[in-house]
């Protein structure tokens, strides 16, 4: 089967062979009731509130959105207002640890005897997208439509993330009973476990755990990006294609992140909600690259200084890959569920942009065949019926065509703001 088109990058897997370092627990969190896409939770405590680890700290009724758990034991000692990296505003519960990471009696593991059962304890979990996007994991596993195959997105194509590659290497056994336990919940007859050709050892690894199982197919997919992307990953993986307007369960598929799957299978069996996350900490201003599991809630700084970043040369810090991550303003924010890797960076390379000379290098390497070049004219005169016709809101902003563009111009960006115009039902 045919690939889609993408790049060919350097991927800087430097902390591959890194083993997850245990961050200490800092003296200070502040853990934002905005985590995920989604309502934002409503805080559950108060300032002089003791609380402790795993216990529900913030929540809400709205649907579309999963509780907030604490990643400490403590005291609540302030209730702040908190702006996330995508410029919204909600509350943060910032708590002063006792040291003593007093577990909750309100942890222990869940009933789970049906779907129904299985898709509350999944909510209660505070489960969202761990692969960055943070879309709440019971909505995802409920869908209308009747699913077949479910998608374990294994690909980690992001330049220097490793973090799920160490979830691979360290805890296969957990992603195997995610899988199991998503396929006999909601009646899933097939799996696709899918890891680029960068990661042999995974792939063995997987190859021979499964071997018996003839449910569960280890797919190997190129090196090359997007090739985690939703739309990406479904197609070069069971040939389904996910059209404008549609989900991927539109098409009978489930696409899981590798880390989420783990975290259900330890939830279903321990009880201990999402309070931690597995990060990838490096870029050329970090002394000593590392992967580290830390609270929720933790300050960067205090993780950049313990991987011996040079903090005073940092003039970028991303949350995430360098492709599609986004900027941290501050070194002081915490880490949040979709934190998967925080990159500090001193030097880099910034072209000037200059006029498009029609090269096409940018049709060439968009994965879904999409114009950028003629979105980008279309956007600027605000013609909403030729960005329409142009199929832009399938765009899913990899950054694949503003980074091979010679002129440098700033096509993914455009393409953003191209789809925020267009009027949606």
Known sequence: MKKLNGLKLNHRKNTEDSATIDFPVPAKVKIPMSMNMGAPCIPLVKVGDTVTVGQKIGDT??????????????????????QTVGGAVCKAVEIETDGMQTVSDEVKPPQITDKESFLKAVRESGSCGLGGAGFPTHIKLNPKQAIDTLVINAAECEPYITADYREMIENADDIIGGVKLVMSMLGIKFCKLAIEANKPKAIENFTEMAKNDDAIDIVTLPSSYPQGAEKVIIYNTTGRIVMEGQLPADTGVIVLNVSTCAFLYRYSKDGMPLVTRRLTVDGNAVGEPKNIRAAIGTPFRAILEYC?????????????????????????????KTSNALLAIKTYDERKTSSCIRCGRCVRVCPLGLMPADIDRAYKIRDIDELRKLKVLLCMNCGSCTYVCPANRKLAETNQLAKSIIPRK
Request: hydrophobic share 40%; no cysteine.
């Open 308 to 336: 011996k970043t040079d903090l005073d040369s940092v003039i970028k810090l991303i949350g995430g890959g360098p492709m599609m991550g986004m900027s941290i303003p501050d070194a002081d924010m915490p880490v949040v």
């Open 61 to 82: 009724d709205a649907p579309f959105s999963v509780p907030i758990h604490s990643s400490v034991s403590g005291k609540v000692t302030a209730l702040s207002d908190y």
